[in-house]
């Protein structure tokens, strides 16, 4: 089974595919959770600390490993600019 193949992210077993299409459905499904989260006021109070979006929350809700966050770069680029723009939001609220 390969990514392209897939119907739905989140019903997927994830066992059937390579690592790289592996990778490819947590990072689909941790764009998809930051969305929705930075959208829904009650989600983002239990996703923020201070200035960044949790790693622990995001694995909890794609199912991965907590290495996924560190060693997958489309992730780690996508945590770092999610940070970004909390600390944006943050300083333009505080402003």
Do not use: H
């Amino acid at each position: 089974m390969r990514f392209a193949d897939l119907e739905n992210i989140w019903t997927v077993d994830l066992s059937l595919l390579s690592n790289a299409d592996r990778g490819r459905v947590y990072y689909e499904r941790a764009k998809r959770i930051i969305q929705d989260t930075l959208a829904d006021p009650a989600e983002y109070e239990r996703a923020i600390r201070g200035r960044k979006f949790q790693r622990s929350y995001l694995v909890e809700k794609i199912g991965c490993k907590r290495g996924v966050t560190l060693q997958n770069p489309k992730i780690r680029r996508l945590l770092i600019d999610t940070d970004k723009k909390i600390c944006l939001l943050l300083e333009k609220n505080n402003a």
